[in-house]
């Protein structure tokens, strides 16, 4: 009975926090969101439509973000890789890259990058900064004002690493796809039916 009793004290205190802190990541990301220059992030809107095909990249969880944008893309109708799988083919002139590094010196994303703009294809990266190797290799930066992973500070963010940056890598890529969807009116249903039918 007594053991009973502690756990559902350790429960109270433990839903208690997991309450808090998911308050706290919230008003992480709207702070953020509030801090974001949105003229720049609408730029990235012809870059999308104009392009022949889209690839993809992102490493660790911002790919995993990445990943689901590009899903999102694929139901739009577009053609989209994600770099790295085994079917995704040579990027080429016509093409864009739309690469996703909170620091922009990730190693694979900047040799990516570098592969795109010798094979003629447009790149556009999502960062937290102006100032790296990826960025200079942009046609077009958009900046997430966020702590990069390695800024232990809790200045930007209380949260562990990347995290707040890979989470508005999410969301600014839905916010990207549902004004795409409504630039483009293709009703849901229809949409719908590119969604994955072997799952």
């Given at each position: 009975?007594?053991?009973?009793?502690?756990?559902?004290?350790?429960?109270?205190?433990?839903?208690?926090?997991?309450?808090?802190?998911?308050e706290m990541i919230l008003l992480e990301n709207q702070k953020l969101a509030s801090q974001i220059e949105f003229s720049q992030i609408a730029e990235?809107?012809?870059?999308?439509?104009?392009?022949?095909?889209?690839?993809?990249?992102?490493?660790?969880?911002?790919?995993?973000?990445?990943?689901?944008?590009?899903?999102?893309?694929?139901?739009?109708?577009?053609?989209?890789?994600?770099?790295?799988?085994?079917?995704?083919?040579?990027?080429?002139?016509?093409?864009?890259?739309?690469?996703?590094?909170?620091?922009?010196?990730?190693s694979s994303i900047v040799k990516a990058a570098e592969k795109s703009v010798s094979a003629e294809a447009k790149v556009i990266s999502i960062s937290?900064?102006?100032?790296?190797?990826?960025?200079?290799?942009?046609?077009?930066?958009?900046?997430?004002?966020?702590?990069?992973?390695?800024?232990?500070?809790?200045?930007?963010?209380?949260?562990?690493?990347?995290?707040?940056?890979?989470?508005?890598?999410?969301?600014?890529?839905?916010?990207?796809?549902?004004?795409?969807?409504?630039?483009?009116?293709?009703?849901?249903?229809?949409?719908?039916?590119?969604?994955?039918?072997?799952?």
């Amino acid at each position: 009975m007594g053991s009973e009793i502690i756990s559902s004290v350790a429960n109270i205190d433990l839903s208690t926090d997991i309450r808090a802190n998911l308050e706290m990541i919230l008003l992480e990301n709207q702070k953020l969101a509030s801090q974001i220059e949105f003229s720049q992030i609408a730029e990235i809107i012809p870059f999308i439509q104009n392009a022949d095909r889209i690839f993809i990249v992102g490493a660790g969880r911002t790919g995993l973000a990445l990943k689901a944008a590009a899903m999102r893309l694929m139901h739009l109708g577009f053609t989209v890789f994600v770099v790295g799988e085994t079917t995704t083919p040579a990027i080429r002139k016509g093409d864009l890259l739309i690469a996703g590094s909170g620091s922009g010196t990730t190693s694979s994303i900047v040799k990516a990058a570098e592969k795109s703009v010798s094979a003629e294809a447009k790149v556009i990266s999502i960062s937290t900064t102006k100032d790296s190797p990826l960025a200079a290799l942009s046609n077009h930066v958009a900046i997430l004002p966020a702590a990069q992973k390695q800024d232990h500070g809790a200045t930007i963010s209380k949260q562990y690493a990347g995290s707040l940056f890979e989470q508005s890598v999410l969301l600014l890529t839905d916010a990207i796809v549902q004004t795409l969807w409504k630039l483009d009116g293709t009703p849901a249903e229809e949409l719908w039916k590119r969604h994955a039918n072997l799952e």
